[in-house]
């Protein structure tokens, strides 16, 4: 069996700020990538698409723009004709405003952007499993919570928060990162008219993974087995004996999303999990490997990993995970059902949307995992806005809640009761003990009450690891977005 050590990418010494990179979307890879962040000349590279050596360079032209208010700025490389690239910019521009209408930005953040061939530049040409796009955070940075646990926050949110102490790890190219595919049949509203059955429109595309790129995302993953997902732990963090290639692991990172995960049935939290596979680190302080791929292996032969395959089948199981609001806003239900039931687990999508089948026809729609073609945004509003104004559209209360909750300041709560404490650059997280381990977790199901909705039924296909496929059925086709 052929594994992919990927695990991190670079290997740090211990006197170094740590971060944690995105890759392109077009790298196949959903791993981050550790990064020394102390150093002013270190920042995220997006996948060049191959235009330096000329390849879809038919224009690329670098275009600037900003919501009304100034506090989210966009720029943007567009390889397509003059009038798409203006299209593709508006309705970036008209994203942006739907987010500062809704989210108080203390200070601004920046999107870089990307509308490119992905068959010239990648050669990937796949017209019905296409991948339409992604949007990720650039970076995470590592703040230690009201709670004492260190987690990663997205870029875009260490800005909003206590974080003048670690401006100089920010990634200074942008804090989300956004690629997409000019291959895509795409409808612009300003292009005017309606919306063909096979077109997907953009502007419902970019507001769907532009709160990706906010950190409505886990970053539970296998990042031994990538391709063929095995179990599920947090981001490892390795650490290096200076001078040599010895490396061991540290500590297991969750993310500032994860930790108001909780499980339907028993309502423990993701974080106890991230607490008990930390145990790996407490247990193994003292060793050194060789390698990174010996420190795998180790990891491998572990309790601990006995409890991230335990996860795994939890998160392939309807109805068992979902995440727990904390904010002091008027919710009207306390909890968003997580997509947990595409089956097999697919990084980027499981766990990182709302149920499918719970949201259907609800305010929450826009962070469902699958949306048909033939839908714009405005119709979708429209159909589920119900018989008040809708004045926070497209996002539904649940969303504007998930945010509040990981710290964002909304204009109905513009003071979230967040507190974190910015690392120094030579700070060493030491593994958290668990004394009571154990490798079994409890699925549960949820139930309809905690999230205010009604389960339909209702069935759908298997999911891609791609941004979005089609899939061909009695109902038309349905793209799978992550």
Same mark, same amino acid.
């Given at each position: 069996?052929?594994?992919?050590?990927?695990?991190?990418?670079?290997?740090?010494?211990?006197?170094?700020?740590?971060?944690?990179?995105?890759?392109?979307?077009?790298?196949?890879?959903?791993?981050?990538?550790?990064?020394?962040?102390?150093?002013? $000349?270190?920042?995220?590279?997006?996948?060049?698409?191959?235009?330096?050596?000329?390849?879809?360079?038919?224009?690329?032209?670098?275009? !600037?723009?900003?919501?009304?208010?100034?506090? %989210?700025?966009?720029?943007?490389?567009?390889? /397509?004709?003059?009038?798409?690239?203006?299209?593709?910019?508006?309705?970036?521009?008209?994203?942006?405003?739907?987010?500062?209408? %809704?989210?108080?930005?203390?200070?601004? =953040?920046?999107?870089?952007?990307?509308?490119?061939?992905?068959?010239?530049?990648?050669?990937?040409?796949?017209?019905?499993?296409?991948?339409?796009?992604?949007?990720?955070?650039?970076?995470?940075?590592?703040?230690?919570?009201?709670?004492?646990?260190?987690?990663?926050?997205?870029?875009?949110?260490?800005?909003?928060? @206590?974080?003048?102490?670690?401006?100089?790890?920010?990634?200074?190219?942008?804090?989300?990162?956004?690629?997409?595919?000019?291959?895509?049949?795409?409808?612009?509203?300003? !292009?005017?008219?309606?919306?063909?059955?096979?077109?997907?429109?953009?502007?419902?595309? =970019?507001?769907?993974?532009? $709160?990706?790129?906010?950190?409505?995302?886990? =970053?539970?993953?296998?990042?031994?087995?990538?391709?063929?997902?095995?179990?599920?732990?947090?981001?490892?963090?390795?650490?290096?004996?200076?001078?040599?290639?010895?490396?061991?692991?540290?500590?297991?990172?969750?993310?500032?999303?994860?930790?108001?995960?909780?499980?339907?049935?028993?309502?423990?939290?993701?974080?106890?999990?991230?607490?008990? %596979?930390?145990?790996?680190?407490?247990?193994?302080?003292?060793?050194?490997?060789?390698?990174?791929?010996?420190?795998?292996?180790?990891?491998?032969?572990?309790?601990?990993?006995?409890?991230?395959?335990?996860?795994?089948?939890?998160?392939?199981?309807?109805? /068992?995970?979902?995440?727990?609001?904390?904010?002091? /806003?008027?919710?009207?239900?306390?909890? $968003?059902?997580?997509?947990?039931?595409?089956?097999?687990?697919?990084?980027?999508?499981?766990?990182?949307?709302?149920?499918?089948? #719970?949201?259907? @026809?609800?305010?929450?729609?826009?962070?469902?995992?699958?949306?048909?073609?033939?839908?714009?945004?405005?119709?979708?509003?429209?159909?589920?806005?119900?018989?008040?104004?809708?004045?926070?559209?497209?996002?539904?209360?649940?969303?504007?809640?998930?945010?509040?909750?990981?710290?964002?300041?909304? #204009?109905? #709560?513009?003071?979230?009761?967040?507190?974190?404490?910015?690392?120094?650059?030579?700070?060493?997280?030491?593994?958290?003990?668990?004394?009571?381990?154990?490798?079994?977790?409890?699925?549960?199901? /949820?139930?309809?009450?905690?999230?205010?909705?009604?389960?339909?039924?209702?069935?759908?296909?298997?999911?891609?690891?791609?941004?979005?496929?089609? $899939?061909?059925?009695?109902?038309?086709? %349905?793209?799978?977005?992550?």
């Amino acid at each position: 069996m052929l594994i992919n050590y990927y695990f991190v990418g670079l290997v740090l010494s211990l006197v170094n700020a740590q971060c944690f990179d995105s890759p392109s979307i077009l790298s196949g890879s959903h791993g981050l990538r550790q990064v020394n962040c102390s150093d002013p $000349l270190t920042s995220i590279k997006a996948l060049n698409l191959g235009l330096d050596d000329g390849k879809d360079a038919r224009s690329q032209m670098p275009q !600037q723009g900003k919501s009304k208010d100034g506090m %989210i700025e966009v720029d943007l490389l567009c390889t /397509s004709d003059e009038n798409t690239c203006k299209m593709v910019m508006d309705t970036f521009v008209t994203a942006s405003d739907y987010l500062t209408n %809704i989210i108080k930005f203390v200070n601004p =953040i920046k999107i870089q952007a990307k509308f490119v061939s992905f068959c010239l530049t990648a050669n990937d040409c796949d017209k019905v499993m296409q991948t339409l796009g992604k949007a990720q955070s650039t970076r995470y940075h590592k703040l230690r919570g009201d709670d004492g646990k260190v987690r990663l926050y997205p870029q875009a949110l260490a800005k909003q928060l @206590n974080s003048a102490a670690i401006k100089h790890q920010f990634d200074t190219s942008g804090d989300i990162l956004a690629e997409f595919n000019s291959d895509a049949s795409f409808y612009f509203k300003s !292009q005017g008219g309606q919306i063909s059955r096979t077109q997907s429109d953009f502007l419902l595309v =970019i507001s769907h993974e532009l $709160l990706h790129g906010l950190g409505f995302a886990t =970053i539970y993953n296998d990042y031994l087995h990538e391709r063929a997902v095995q179990a599920l732990y947090p981001v490892p963090e390795l650490l290096s004996e200076v001078g040599t290639t010895k490396v061991r692991i540290n500590n297991f990172l969750e993310s500032i999303f994860d930790r108001y995960i909780v499980f339907s049935n028993s309502k423990k939290t993701l974080t106890s999990i991230t607490t008990k %596979i930390n145990g790996y680190g407490r247990d193994n302080k003292d060793k050194l490997f060789r390698n990174q791929k010996e420190a795998a292996m180790d990891f491998i032969k572990s309790d601990q990993y006995k409890v991230a395959k335990s996860l795994l089948k939890t998160a392939q199981t309807e109805g /068992s995970m979902e995440f727990v609001f904390n904010t002091t /806003s008027n919710v009207p239900y306390k909890s $968003l059902v997580l997509e947990t039931s595409i089956r097999p687990y697919t990084p980027a999508s499981s766990v990182s949307h709302v149920a499918m089948k #719970n949201y259907q @026809n609800t305010k929450e729609f826009l962070m469902r995992p699958a949306m048909t073609p033939g839908n714009s945004l405005a119709s979708l509003i429209a159909a589920n806005a119900g018989s008040g104004k809708w004045d926070t559209a497209p996002y539904g209360p649940g969303i504007i809640a998930m945010l509040e909750t990981i710290g964002y300041p909304t #204009n109905q #709560n513009p003071h979230p009761n967040v507190i974190t404490e910015p690392l120094s650059d030579d700070t060493i997280i030491d593994p958290e003990s668990d004394a009571d381990f154990d490798t079994d977790i409890d699925t549960g199901s /949820s139930s309809s009450s905690s999230s205010g909705t009604k389960s339909k039924s209702g069935s759908f296909g298997y999911k891609s690891t791609k941004i979005s496929w089609a $899939l061909l059925s009695s109902v038309g086709i %349905i793209y799978y977005m992550i």
